[in-house]
């Protein structure tokens, strides 16, 4: 009988794979992972809004209210109504008040974003944003707020006059012995709150110092 035969055939080498460069039989090589990084957070920027005439004051406060509500802290910086303090001289007395120089609008230091723009648009006596479109409103720029911020820093340390007298500048008395008459403005002393006006009395111009509180500007 014939003996049958049997091949065998044997597998190909296959060539080992190289190991990577520091790595040793018995410490593997570790892939580090890349930390992904997270957008950069949207800049506060201030913004002009729009409010009912006479609520500047309760719209600012009512939009601090419902941040705070919301827990948007983050989100939002100052909330302001532009005002400055302002003096003046009053049956003989000094007094000081704060006059609002942005009637009507209100400041506010945000983070644009969808929420904080639904926050802001819903509050009571909001008129809407001042610059850009209804829907991408626009931020004034760091210049514009500098100078505002500027501003309300100089009116706390030196309150100014409530009344801005300028040289050359026609004003009318309307009290003491030259009320009624009208004259030019030749200097201003905002210190004594006096004004030295120009008046023609029997057709010869004479200077007469008068207090802010006596004249008023000739329209």
């Known amino acids: 009988m014939a003996e049958e035969k049997i091949e065998i055939n044997e597998a190909p080498m296959m060539d080992a794979p190289e190991a ?21 957070e949207k800049p506060l920027r201030w913004y002009v809004v729009q409010a009912f005439s006479g609520f500047e004051q309760r719209v600012a406060q009512t939009l601090r209210e419902r941040i705070k509500i919301h827990n948007m802290e983050h989100d939002f910086g100052e909330v302001l109504v532009p005002k400055e303090k302002v003096k003046e001289i009053k049956d003989g007395k000094k007094r000081e008040s704060e006059r609002k120089f942005f009637p009507g609008y209100v400041l506010v230091q945000m983070r644009m974003t969808s929420e ?31 100078k505002i911020l500027s501003r309300l ?15 050359g500048e026609v004003v009318r008395a309307i009290d003491g012995a030259f009320k ?27 200077p007469v110092e008068l207090e802010f509180s006596q004249v008023e500007k000739d329209i």
């Not at 926050?119 to 809407?128: A, N, Q, W």
Request: no cysteine.
């Open 180 to 206: 009624d008459f009208v004259g030019t403005v030749e200097k201003v002393d905002y210190e004594k709150n006096r004004v030295t006006v120009s008046i023609a009395i029997f057709g010869r111009a004479t």
């Open 20 to 40: 990577p460069v520091g790595a040793s039989a018995d410490k593997p090589v570790v892939e580090e992972k890349k930390e992904e990084k997270k957008p950069a």
């Open 153 to 167: 820093r100089e009116s706390e340390e030196s309150p100014r006059p409530k009344t801005i007298y300028e040289v």
């Open 116 to 146: 904080t723009w639904q926050l802001v648009k819903h509050t009571d006596r909001v008129l809407g944003f001042i610059g850009g479109t209804a829907e991408k409103p626009l931020p004034i720029t760091q210049a514009e707020a500098d």
